[in-house]
């Protein structure tokens, strides 16, 4: 039996983008609770451009990371499809579907996850060194990806002489070395004073986003609203707002 939360939310229409990085159709997902189930996304729809800072924004339980790891391919739907850059990625095979997410996606997180006893740069390194990529030729990568978000003079320190934004530098740098079609961001600066955070936000916008890149963050960090090129906002598990800001009242 589906316990059906009695909810007022009003889904707003979807925008059909021609040639869209990402396109979520039909996405349900239910997760069990007792005898039955809770149903926590209703149907959602959604596409996203690539060359844009798309933020995903709502209050807590709304669903938004069960959205975002089911867009980037790390908690299977219930019902529903995600094309990311032309592929079904829930067509794939189990093992398909895990090399896809090492070759196109890369995550940032509020907790930033770098390995203590790893340097800046070998941190950096960490996704190209999976991949197979000689340790040398990795580091070298990983050192001019933290010279592009202007801290590769840390490039030999450990994550604990660094600061929390110097860190989470750190960790975009891991997230974009490997150069993703798909980068996405779970509250990348909820750990950070207001100051460093809009300057994370500053650096995704110019480090991350290309033509040929889409960049999804989520986020309840009102003081970087207004850094998004869209937001969409969740509501019980719906998208009920979709526009360039929020709506009045947020
Ligand atoms: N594994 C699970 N089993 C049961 N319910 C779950 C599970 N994971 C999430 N939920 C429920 O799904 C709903 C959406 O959770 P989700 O974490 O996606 O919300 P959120 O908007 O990201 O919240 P927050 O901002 O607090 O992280 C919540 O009601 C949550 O309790």
Known sequence: MS???????????????????????????????????????????????????????????SGKTTMISIIAGIMYPTEGSVRVFGTDIYDLSDNQLVQFRLDNIGFVFQQYNLLPTLTAAENAAVPLIAA??????????????????NIGDQADKLPRQLSGGQQQRVAISRALVHEPKLVVCDEPTAALDAMSGRRVMDLLREVALSEERAVIIVTHDNRVFDLADRILQM?????????????DGH
């Open 3 to 61: 316990q059906q939360a009695l909810s007022t939310a009003q889904p707003v229409p979807l925008q059909v983008i021609e040639n869209a990085a990402i396109s979520v159709r039909g996405i349900v997902k239910e997760f069990p609770v007792g005898d039955g189930f809770i149903r926590v996304l209703h149907e959602i729809d959604a596409d996203i451009r690539p060359g844009e800072l798309t933020y995903l924004v709502g209050e807590s339980g």
């Open 132 to 149: 197979g990529v000689p340790r040398a030729e990795a580091e070298d990568r990983g050192r001019e990806m933290l010279e592009k978000l």
């Open 235 to 247: 509501e019980d598990g719906r998208i009920t707002h979709d526009g360039k800001e929020m709506p």
